[in-house]
């Protein structure tokens, strides 16, 4: 028996395109998950800083070249007057309403925020958001149209 034959073999095309929903949803699941990483790190009491590579020309001979450089991450969290954590998802720089007049939830630790993350980031995925999704990147697009 060769080893192709051992193979599901389909005919498919891959599409070139990702729709646009699609493409915010796999934008926010990769913010959430820097958000789970920073608060695991936080909780162990370690330092989260996550490398970026960036292009920059030298000004005096005009070389361009690729340097690695701590990305910044903003949290998304913070603790209230009541010493419970709170925190708000972000698209871009616009907070993303999860129901009608609410912008944040309210955890008593950073485990219970950690477990929180997790199941926003698995609704966000399923698609329960898309509807907050795209109204906070229409906003966040109305502000570059001046």
Not at 59 to 78: N, Y
Not at 81 to 103: P, Q, T
């Amino acid at each position: 028996m060769s080893a192709l034959a051992k193979l599901k073999l389909v005919n498919s095309k891959r599409s070139r395109t990702v729709s646009p929903i699609v493409y915010r949803r796999n934008k926010l699941v990769a913010k959430i998950t820097e958000q789970i990483e920073l608060a695991t790190a936080q909780k162990d009491g370690r330092l989260y800083a996550p490398k970026k590579l960036k292009t920059v020309t030298n000004a005096d001979t005009g070389e361009r070249r690729t340097i690695e450089t701590t990305k910044r991450v903003k949290e998304w969290f913070w603790t209230a007057d009541n010493g419970k954590i709170n925190f708000s998802v972000r698209y871009g720089s616009k907070v993303i309403e999860l129901a009608k007049g609410k912008n944040a939830v309210e955890v008593a630790n950073t485990d219970e925020l950690i477990g929180t993350l997790a199941l926003i980031k698995e609704a966000v995925t399923t698609g329960e958001l898309d509807e907050a999704i795209n109204t906070a990147s229409d906003k966040l697009r109305s502000g570059f149209n001046k």
